[in-house]
């Protein structure tokens, strides 16, 4: 077993929580959106973040707006909706939470005499 896939795995359980979190701050752009995901290594490929961005437009959880560009076509740019914003509260408490157990499995003492 590669430890790389399991590390793919768990980027990709997280992916969504974090462009929820990037979009929550205002309006933003795809490719910054991009840019930022990369430099945290949470992803690598365009290919991945514009299919999440449907779906979560699909679920209602953000909507975009198109604005015009000094630089060429329009921009679409992405916020969260209402429903968004809740629903990016529960994935906040929830990864506060997975953090807390995680840590707690980590230095756990009992766990590390087993």
């Not at 896939?5 to 910054?32: H, P, W």
């Not at 909507?63 to 015009?68: C, L, S, T």
Request: net charge negative; charged share 25%.
């Amino acid at each position: 077993m590669k430890v790389e896939n399991t590390q793919v795995q768990m980027r990709k359980g997280i992916l969504e929580f974090c462009i929820l979190e990037i979009i929550s701050r205002g309006e933003v752009y795809a490719s910054d959106m991009l840019e930022e995901l990369t430099a945290a290594k949470m992803i690598v490929v365009e290919g991945t973040l514009y299919p999440l961005l449907t779906r979560l437009k699909n679920a209602s959880l953000l909507e975009y707006n198109w604005q015009e560009s000094t630089s060429g076509p329009p921009r679409k740019y992405y916020k969260l909706t209402e429903t968004g914003r809740d629903f990016l509260e529960q994935l906040r408490a929830t990864w506060l939470e997975l953090v807390d157990s995680t840590e707690f499995i980590i230095h756990n003492k009992k766990s590390q005499q087993l």
